[in-house]
Structures are given as structure tokens and as C-alpha cells.
């Protein structure tokens, strides 16, 4: 029986204000807080809210049967904190039905795991902290910013505790491998690992409102039929997205709320089912395992981090800002100086 592991991700940076030349020595405060709230409270009002009220509405009339699972960044959840608390209400409803499940990422939805180890781990531990503050729930899977993965970063989140963690399925690492399996890391085969499927999640992500795709529109019979279409050993298709697709990227003119509002009936009709990535690493067994020498990520269609790290330029400033890491880190002047603002991969 095929099941559907569907994922997404949450984050928002806090933005930086206009710093000129003059302020320098003068004013240490470097946030734009009206830009920040005008636009989390817009994303919220058009995306986050009405999509976790559809979700909602989705694992109820599917007696449960619909799952999800989402990673939200600790900047994320902060903002929520400060502009639109009635979310965390929201999200909390939806975790109490026991359909949804909490990632842990880094706190700064940062690059930490590409520079400095001692940062990266202390992000993510920060970020386990936050999810259990704030939803009393304690996340057991990770997934690293923009799907980020590498053996030595599977390395550290192993020895971290982490059994089972999220990552992209890029065609350079998998070859002819399809990524409907599970798999495991190189070194420690107790680390399990569910790919992105690109195919079925750009095509929700990318493709969905295109109307010169030869497959518009798109309508959720269509896509479920693809899905049970694909090879029957292959049991497992991760479709990992941004939140904003809900809404945002693709706005409700779309048809988007209703595609997804559909999914589980269609899903049922193709006897496919939904799961959350804690329960696929606890019944699923790894088919192979993946060797990831260089990072690899989501992001274009390198799936590399040359968007981040890719000229001159940004690699000099990555190394500055993990120069000053230690530094940073022991700063505890929040209002002037958020600690870990300065690993926010937007800010390169």
C-alpha cells in the first residue's frame, strides 16, 4: 500500500532595516519591525491561518486518516509570538488531533551546519526547546534548513539522538535510485532518511497555477492517480513543500485550498494513505544506504548550496560571520542584538 508523507516548512526572517553610514556608533538597532509585522501578519491572514484551518477541516472528515508533519523555525515561531499569537492557537489545535507532527531544524533556519558545528548543534537543541515551550510536544525527527544534508552533517545529528531525518532526493546522489524508498545514511545505518520527491512536489510547488503546463489545471483525482501509477514496490512518496504554497505563492484564485481540501478523498479512492515521517521511521525498513560527500539541497536545480556559498563573495562573508560566532553566541543584549540573526541564510 502506497502512502503519501507530505511535509512543510514555516520560516520567516526578521528583516534588517535601512543602516546608514551615520548610524554607525549611534544606533545599534538594526530590525525593521513594521516590515517585519506588516508582512508576517499579511502571510498569515492569506496563508498560515486559512491553511490551518483547511488542514483542520481535513483530518476531521477523513476520521484522522489525513496526516502532516511541518518544521518551523524558531524565528518563525517567534514572530508568530509577537504578531500573530492566534496562530499558535491554531497550530496547537491541529496538534492535539495527533495528525500532525513537529520537526526540529535550526533555530535561525541558518546555514550553521555548513560552518560551524558548535552553532549548529546549539540551534538545534534551541530549537527543540522552543517546540516543547511552546506546543508541549517533543519533536523526534530533523530536518536541516532547506532540506541540507551531507554524511558529516548526518553524522553530527546521529550522535545528536536523531534516528530518522528529512533531506532532498537530488538525481546527482540518487542516479537510478528512485527516491519512493527509505534509505539510510552512509555511516550509521540506524540514521533512516526520507527523500523529497521532485517530480510530485514541484509539480504542486512550481507547476500548479502555470497555465502554459501542458497537465493544467491540475485537479487532486489527476495528481493521485500519478501517484498510485508509480512503481508498486515503491511504497513511500515524500512531498515536501513550503507553506506558503497554500495561499501565498499560489493565492486561493488558484483553486489551490480546494485541490488540497480534496486530496484525501481521492487518496482513499486510490487506497493510499497518509503518514507522518515518526511513523514511517518506526515501521519501515531502509532499502539502501545514500553517500553524500558534498552537501545537497532543495534549492534550484543544482540542489546544491551554491545560492548560499556559491561565489567569492559569499563565501568571504560566511567565513567573517562564523568568525564571530563565539562572540555572538555570548551576547545577551536581545533587544540590540539577536544572537543568532547573523546564520539566517537570507541575510548572504
Request: with cysteine.
Amino acid at each position: 500500500m502506497k502512502t503519501i508523507c507530505l511535509y512543510f516548512q514555516i520560516h520567516q526572517p526578521f528583516r534588517l532595516r535601512r543602516y546608514r553610514f551615520f548610524d554607525i556608533g549611534n544606533d545599534h538597532y538594526y530590525y525593521d519591525d513594521f516590515q517585519n509585522g506588516e508582512i508576517f501578519k499579511k502571510v498569515a491572514d492569506i496563508c498560515y491561518i486559512p491553511a490551518n484551518r483547511a488542514l483542520l477541516d481535513m483530518i476531521n472528515k477523513s476520521d484522522g486518516k489525513f496526516k502532516v508533519a511541518f518544521s518551523i523555525s524558531g524565528i518563525a515561531l517567534e514572530q508568530m509570538e509577537i504578531f500573530s499569537p492566534e496562530l499558535i492557537d491554531s497550530f496547537a489545535e491541529l496538534i492535539k488531533t495527533g495528525c500532525v507532527e513537529l520537526l526540529t531544524e535550526t533555530y535561525a533556519h541558518s546555514l550553521a551546519s555548513l560552518g560551524n558545528q558548535d552553532e549548529f548543534k546549539t540551534q538545534v537543541r534551541m530549537h527543540t526547546e522552543k517546540i516543547k515551550s511552546v506546543f508541549r510536544v517533543t519533536p523526534v525527527v530533523f530536518r536541516n534548513t532547506e532540506l541540507i544534508y551531507s554524511d558529516d552533517i548526518a553524522d553530527t545529528i546521529y550522535e545528536m539522538g536523531f534516528r530518522g531525518m528529512l533531506t532532498e532526493g537530488a538525481k546527482h546522489v540518487l542516479g537510478w535510485k528512485s527516491a519512493n524508498y527509505m534509505y539510510s545514511s552512509a555511516t550509521f545505518k540506524d540514521l533512516k532518511l526520507l527523500l523529497k520527491n521532485d517530480r510530485f512536489s514541484e509539480d504542486l510547488s512550481m507547476r500548479f497555477a502555470d497555465y502554459s503546463w501542458k497537465e493544467y489545471p491540475l485537479t487532486a483525482d489527476k495528481y493521485m492517480a500519478w501517484i498510485a501509477s508509480t512503481a508498486a514496490a515503491e511504497n513511500i512518496v515524500n512531498i515536501f513543500l513550503n507553506y506558503e504554497v497554500l495561499g501565498s505563492l499560489h493565492n486561493s484564485s488558484t483553486g489551490i485550498f480546494d485541490f488540497f481540501k480534496a486530496l484525501p478523498h481521492f487518496a482513499a479512492q486510490q487506497s493510499i494513505s497518509f503518514s507522518m515521517p515518526s511513523e514511517l521511521f518506526a515501521t519501515k525498513k531502509a532499502v539502501d544506504k545514500i553517500i553524500v560527500p558534498y552537501p545537497m539541497s532543495w534549492v534550484d536545480e543544482e540542489k546544491d548550496c551554491s545560492s548560499w556559498l556559491g561565489n567569492v563573495l559569499q563565501k568571504e562573508a560566511f567565513r567573517k560571520i562564523n568568525a564571530i560566532s563565539e562572540r555572538v553566541r555570548l551576547c545577551s543584549d536581545r533587544p540590540k542584538q539577536r544572537p543568532f540573526l547573523l546564520y539566517e541564510h537570507e541575510t548572504l
